[in-house]
């Protein structure tokens, strides 16, 4: 699968920049800033696109910019940079795109044109005028794994994943880890669909699930289409990317959501400014407001209290999801007891914990 063989090339290459720790050049923008954005999808898909225009209109009010874009651009590297030319030929001189799919594009157009700075959320590749960066997810999927381990009577929860590719994994595994931190015995039924958005499978997955005895559903994927078969269920539920309570108001405990705009509303400012450099492909979490979870329902408010000393405690570095002892399905131990692992690891995270139950297949 090619998305499988582009995200190992670049956990590799992420590795590398983390082993690094360097901060590229400066970058002296030719001419005022001039914004665009790229997306691949829609903007009304209430999941990736969606949280990442919100990041563009948080942008433009701070500047006072008026920022075009354009939706539906394929991962295809061509295709990608006839959107980038179009808008480097009216004038654009920061780009902002999201995905993996378009590091090649993001590269060859940072290199072609110097004065001009490149973002691309989740990208695989960077140069000094052009920055890569993403959340650490996992840090709120283990908080809503905290809030969805206190509310199960069951002692089993669904979840479901796109492809099985490392940031991907490391949301399923922290969410497990988690629920059993607050709730010892509970296992996670987990299942992939090889996709980003199949309202169809997420919905039939989630119904074949709780028929299976969960009693609440975890979504990594752009739609609430498998929570909706949950609220129907009277079953609980967690979102993704964006706050998704508006789909389902009676049964979902939070959302893991991200807040892109608290990083590049700085950044953009900084490029403004002169002071940008590009940091490579790092990872903001919850300690730089890029990741959070949103307000907690339904949860008893003793579960709650832990769960905002478990935030706190990541906030201050005291605590990550993968410290150790962490066992893989097959008893391996992958973080042995009083490590962490660490980023350069957790780009190459290919194996899942102990209480998922299911397959990477």
């Known amino acids: 699968m090619r998305w499988v063989a582009r995200f190992a090339m670049a956990g590799a290459m992420a590795a590398a920049l983390i082993a690094s720790g360097k901060a590229e050049a400066q970058v002296k923008l030719?001419?005022?800033?001039?914004?665009?954005?790229?997306?691949?999808?829609?903007?009304?898909?209430?999941?990736?696109?969606?949280?990442?225009?919100?990041?563009?209109?948080?942008?433009?009010k701070r500047l006072g910019l008026k920022i075009p874009y354009v939706q539906n651009v394929p991962e295809e590297t061509e295709k990608v940079k006839e959107a980038i030319d179009l808008f480097i030929s009216r004038g654009s001189n920061i780009i902002v795109g999201g995905g993996w799919g378009y590091s090649d594009a993001f590269l060859a157009e940072a290199k072609e044109h110097p004065d001009r700075a490149f973002i691309n959320i989740n990208g695989a590749s960077s140069?000094?005028?052009?920055?890569?960066?993403?959340?650490?997810?996992?840090?709120?999927?283990?908080?809503?794994?905290?809030a969805a381990g206190a509310v199960t009577k069951s002692k089993v929860?669904?979840?479901?994943?796109?492809?099985?590719?490392?940031?991907?994994?490391?949301?399923?595994?922290?969410?497990?880890?988690?629920?059993?931190?607050?709730?010892?015995?509970?296992?996670?039924?987990?299942a992939f669909i090889n996709a980003w958005n199949d309202p169809v499978k997420e919905s039939q997955l989630s119904k074949a699930m709780i028929e299976q005895g969960a009693d609440v559903i975890a979504t990594d994927m752009d739609t609430p289409a498998a929570l909706i078969v949950a609220e129907k269920a009277g079953k609980y539920s967690v979102g993704f990317q964006n706050d998704m309570a508006s789909a389902v108001p009676n049964g979902i405990l939070t959302?893991?959501?991200?807040?892109?705009?608290?990083?590049?509303?700085?950044?953009?400012?900084?490029?403004?400014?002169?002071?940008?450099?590009?940091?490579?492909?790092?990872?903001?979490?919850?300690?730089?407001?890029?990741?959070d979870i949103a307000p907690l329902q339904h949860v008893p408010a003793d579960a709650v209290a832990r769960i905002t000393a478990a935030r706190q405690a990541i906030i201050d570095g005291k605590l990550s999801p993968f410290d150790g002892p962490v066992k893989a399905q097959d008893g391996t131990v992958k973080v042995t007891a009083g490590q962490r692992l660490g980023e350069a690891d957790l780009w190459k995270m290919n194996y899942l914990v102990d209480n998922v139950q299911g397959s990477m297949k």
């Open 30 to 60: 030719a001419g005022d800033p001039n914004v665009s954005f790229i997306f691949f999808g829609t903007i009304s898909d209430g999941g990736w696109n969606g949280a990442q225009d919100r990041a563009r209109q948080a942008v433009e």
């Open 127 to 146: 140069a000094p005028n052009y920055e890569s960066f993403y959340g650490r997810t996992y840090e709120g999927w283990y908080l809503a794994g905290m």
């Open 157 to 190: 929860l669904g979840m479901i994943e796109a492809f099985p590719l490392a940031s991907v994994i490391w949301d399923l595994n922290a969410f497990a880890i988690g629920a059993k931190a607050v709730n010892p015995g509970v296992v996670v039924k987990a």
């Open 255 to 291: 959302s893991v959501v991200y807040y892109w705009e608290n990083h590049l509303v700085p950044a953009t400012e900084e490029i403004k400014a002169g002071s940008w450099k590009s940091a490579g492909q790092p990872l903001y979490g919850i300690k730089e407001k890029v990741i």
